[in-house]
């Protein structure tokens, strides 16, 4: 069975431009959610997608976008690039259920601003 | 979610058991203890999760204090592959709380 597919798996952007991720989930997950992970730090939750609509978001600004396609996919976009958004970023899907599921990772994103 | 705190770092003979404690004394009996583990530059891997029975499985064992304050996660036989970032995390399965809030985590160094 595929895992959570990532693409791309490094990206480099000037200050100011936008970037686009990509999420393929777990077949039969539809649940996604986005991480970021600037170096050094923890993981912080940006953003929940289930059955296509936004469930909930972190504490990021507005330029911090996504979206969730028909198919589960989903994208991350992010407007006006800042340097401090260089970080690894990190898609997870899960089954969401009423009781417990945990949430499987892809491998991440590697964002440079320069 | 409730607040989790780990001891930032820890160290472990290769071949001993690993026992990573994790303080979740403010958790509602709605929550679940999970268990999860970041080797470095890789995406987080689910461990182990449990509500208020102790919990095994291939990887590791689970110990949840009756008062379900505090857990520890156990490595029965470390090996150097598991040197990673330990997280603990406790959440609510439903409703807007409904996500992984991560913490710092433990850093488990296993050493020759």
């Known amino acids: 069975e595929a895992g959570v597919t990532q693409s791309p798996t490094h990206l480099i952007k000037t200050r100011g431009q936008q970037a686009t991720l990509r999420c393929s989930p777990i077949?039969?997950?539809?649940?996604v959610y986005w991480y970021q992970q600037a170096l050094g730090l923890g993981l912080q939750f940006l953003l929940w997608?289930?059955?296509?609509?936004?469930?909930n978001r972190g504490n990021f600004p507005p330029r911090f976008s996504g979206r969730q396609f028909p198919n589960y996919s989903s994208e991350l976009n992010v407007n006006a690039l800042e340097l401090e958004d260089s970080a690894l970023y990190l898609c997870?899907?899960?089954?969401?259920?009423?009781?417990?599921?945990?949430?499987?990772f892809g491998q991440g994103t590697r964002l440079t601003v320069v | 979610d409730a607040k989790t705190t780990q001891p930032p770092s820890m160290d472990c003979a290769e071949g001993r058991a690993a026992n990573l404690p994790c303080n979740h004394s403010?958790?509602?009996?709605?929550?679940?203890v999970y268990w999860y583990r970041q080797i470095h530059s890789q995406g987080p891997q689910y461990i182990i999760h449990?509500?208020?029975n102790n919990e095994t499985n291939e990887m590791a064992s689970l110990i949840i204090t009756e008062d379900r304050k505090s857990s520890t996660l156990i490595l029965p036989h470390a090996t150097l592959r598991d040197t990673a970032v330990y997280y603990c995390?406790?959440?609510?399965?439903?409703?807007?709380?409904?996500?992984?809030?991560f913490g710092k985590g433990t850093l488990l160094t296993v050493n020759p």
């Open positions: 997870a899907s899960s089954v969401r259920d009423e009781g417990f599921a945990e949430a499987f």
């Open positions: 077949s039969g997950h539809t649940s």
């Open positions: 997608y289930d059955e296509g609509e936004e469930r």
């Open positions: 403010t958790i509602s009996g709605n929550e679940y």
């Open positions: 449990g509500l208020k």
């Open positions: 995390i406790v959440r609510v399965s439903r409703g807007s709380n409904y996500k992984l809030t």
